[in-house]
């Protein structure tokens, strides 16, 4: 109910709604109306309470409301229904454990995560309200086999997002990592499950530093956050809209023609390794070699010592 009410209170912003009005219309009493209303200031929202004129929802740009985001969305299939947190474990892990019975397109989003899951079992630190954590939930009629292009998607479509918000010098890092100066502001994670030929779903999780002031002592040589590198805060909304805009057009260009061309050429355009010497790490495994290339299939080219090329299909790398 408490959803609905900031609904109702949303979409009849720059007036008041009354106790008795919202009670009538959610069949419950103004204590119970009254009771949500406390428990939405407390995750943040600004509802000024004005006798015998009730509830009004003012300004407050830190605040991720699904209907506003939905209403800010130029998609047709992506972030239509968004599940929202004030705080949860991990939204991948949520997304997944309603992935088999909630349609493609549903976007889940936490304000902040207790228990944030990056890349080869390491924790993403998701502090309240500074940064963007999101999952969102695909069905493509595709084999597990291509289900890595969907990161391709997403660090394609987060470069640009940010970059439109921020116009910070954003480069991808192949393949998870989209990265400022040379520090890490933003890890994807996707995970699926499926049958040998086909995938039941993909989770494309996705975590920013936006506005977080600093970081711990062994996170601060890697890990940066726009706010640092941009000197100024930014608009969560704002930014999580120009990303799930930009990820619908590479999503649907990858499945109507089935080729990850326009994906590949922003990849390539943004990389932050191309031409570079790099770091490869896979187990136990280290190569040093040239990034030469990302191929149509989104797999980093490398050329080692004497000329020999190979291709990369995932692994650590650093530049
Ligand atoms: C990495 O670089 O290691 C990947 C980090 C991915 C973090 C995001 S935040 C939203 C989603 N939920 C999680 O628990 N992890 C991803």
Not at 30 to 54: D, Y
Not at 188 to 210: D, K, P
Request: hydrophobic share 35%; net charge neutral; aromatic share 6%.
């Amino acid at each position: 109910m408490k959803e609905k009410i900031l609904k109702v209170l949303y979409e009849s912003k720059g007036q008041y709604k009354s106790g008795e009005e919202l009670a009538e219309l959610f069949g419950v009493s103004r204590t119970a109306i009254w009771k949500q209303i406390n428990s939405l200031k407390k995750e943040g929202h600004i509802i000024e309470t004005v006798n015998k004129k009730g509830y009004q929802l003012m300004e407050n740009d830190n605040l991720l409301v699904p209907v506003e985001l939905q209403s800010m969305l130029d998609t047709e299939e992506i972030g239509h229904h968004i599940i929202y947190f004030d705080s949860i474990k991990s939204t991948n892990t949520y997304a997944k454990e309603i992935a088999h019975e909630t349609p493609h397109g549903v976007v889940i989003i936490g304000n902040e995560q207790t228990e944030g899951r990056g890349r080869m079992g390491r924790g993403w630190t998701s502090p309240k309200g500074k940064g963007i954590f999101m999952s969102i939930i695909l069905k493509p009629q595709i084999p597990p086999t291509e289900g890595a292009k969907m990161t391709q998607i997403a660090a394609a479509a987060t470069c640009l997002g940010i970059r439109s918000i921020t116009s910070l010098d954003v480069l991808i890092k192949w393949p998870n990592d989209v990265i400022i100066n040379g520090k890490k502001v933003c890890g994807i994670l996707t995970e699926m499950s499926g049958e040998l030929n086909q995938v039941a779903y993909i989770i494309v999780g996705i975590g920013i530093n936006v506005n977080t002031e600093e970081f711990p002592e062994d996170l601060r040589e890697k890990g940066t956050s726009l706010l640092i590198e941009g000197k100024k805060h930014y608009s969560r909304k704002e930014m999580i809209v120009a990303i799930l805009n930009e990820f619908e057009k590479l999503y649907q260009d990858y499945i109507k023609s089935g080729s990850l061309q326009s994906t590949i050429e922003i990849c390539k355009k943004y990389s932050a390794m191309l031409g570079k010497e790099i770091r490869i790490i896979q187990g136990n495994k280290e190569t040093i070699a040239k990034a030469v290339d990302i191929t149509e299939e989104g797999l980093l080219k490398i050329a080692q010592e004497g000329g020999k090329e190979d291709l990369v299909f995932s692994g650590e790398v650093s530049v």
